[in-house]
């Protein structure tokens, strides 16, 4: 409420003004700037391995959504096989809730998660 009334300017402006430059150094702005940076990691869209699709199956499907070569595709979808799951994609959290429902509308499983 205090700053309402500084509108005028004179020693109380200059005062609040070198409070709130002094407030810029401290530990808790460098926190927030930290949280900031922490909200902005990119996310990442999963898939998982499932009892269903055939493998080349998989790869094809890599191909057509994500564009990948046939090399990459087959690499994506051997991990899928071996370690159980892959990431496929990254980016903003709207362009991987995308990728997800396209890859549910082709029937494989998949997930997103901020990139670790």
């Not at 051997?78 to 549910?104: F, I, P, T």
Request: aromatic content about 8%.
């Amino acid at each position: 409420m205090a700053l309402c009334n500084i509108v005028g300017g004179g020693a109380v402006a200059d005062a609040v003004d070198a409070t709130l430059s002094a407030a810029q150094a401290t530990p808790e702005a460098v926190e927030y700037t930290e949280i900031l940076e922490a909200e902005d990691r990119p996310w990442v869209t999963v898939v998982w391995d499932d009892p269903v699709n055939l493998m080349h199956y998989v790869a094809y499907i890599f191909q057509k959504l994500f564009g990948y070569s046939k090399a990459k595709a087959t690499e994506l979808m051997l991990c899928v096989h071996n370690e159980g799951k892959a990431v496929v994609s990254s980016g903003s959290r709207d362009k991987m809730e995308h990728d997800v429902q396209r890859l549910h509308a082709a029937g494989l499983w998949a997930t997103m998660q901020r990139d670790d």
